[in-house]
Each structure stands twice: as C-alpha cells, then as structure tokens.
C-alpha cells in the first residue's frame, strides 16, 4: 500500500478508501494495517509529500519554479496548510530550505 501511496503522491484527492479498493481491502482493514506500522494514514501520506516537496526544491531544475507549484505538484492542494506543515517538519519555510539547498539565485 505504502508504494501505491508512492506512486500517487501528486493526487490530491487521495484517500485511504481509494488505496484500500486498489488492493481489495476495506478502509477500516488499510487504517489498521498503517496503525501496525506506527502511523496513520493521513500522517504517512503528508510525511511523504512533504520529504518530496524538499527534495524538489533543492533539485536545479526547480531552481526557478514557484514554491506553489512545487506544493501543487507534490500533491498539496492548500498552499497555506504546505507553508506550515513545512515550516512545522523542517523548522524553516520552504523558500529558506531552497536557499540552503541550492544557494542564493
């Protein structure tokens, strides 16, 4: 399931109930398989976004993409909510992690 969520990142409207149907669970049955691991379902797939939304914004060829369609594209559909879950995992926000990554334009 973590794989499909994987592959899926950039969806904004992905669900528990869609990634329990690709695999013939029921909802209920994937939530407790992801509570097996230590986390819930929802803070797996904010987690993954974020770790990729990092990487894209100290990769060169998004030297000069704006920091919304990097969130957009990692699957965030509320620029606000991505400023602050940032800024909340990294401790800075994401125009200061590009910076650090990739060095002043």
């Given at each position: 399931?973590k794989?499909?969520?994987?592959?899926?990142?950039?969806?904004?409207?992905?669900?528990?109930?869609?990634?329990?149907?690709?695999?013939?669970?029921?909802?209920?049955?994937?939530?407790?398989?992801?509570?097996?691991?230590?986390?819930?379902?929802?803070?797996?797939?904010?987690?993954?976004?974020?770790?990729?939304?990092?990487?894209?914004?100290?990769?060169?060829?998004?030297?000069?993409?704006?920091?919304?369609?990097?969130?957009?594209?990692?699957?965030?559909?509320?620029?606000?909510?991505?400023?602050?879950?940032?800024?909340?995992?990294?401790?800075?926000?994401?125009?200061?992690?590009?910076?650090?990554?990739?060095?002043?334009p």
């Open positions: 399931m794989k499909s969520v994987l592959d899926n990142l950039d969806r904004s409207e992905l669900t528990i109930g869609s990634i329990a149907q690709a695999h013939g669970l029921s909802p209920r049955h994937a939530q407790r398989l992801f509570a097996q691991t230590g986390t819930t379902f929802t803070e797996y797939v904010v987690e993954q976004r974020l770790l990729l939304a990092r990487r894209l914004l100290g990769e060169r060829q998004h030297r000069y993409s704006k920091i919304s369609t990097i969130a957009y594209g990692a699957g965030f559909s509320d620029l606000s909510y991505f400023n602050r879950a940032f800024r909340r995992r990294f401790g800075e926000t994401p125009s200061d992690t590009r910076v650090g990554l990739i060095g002043p």
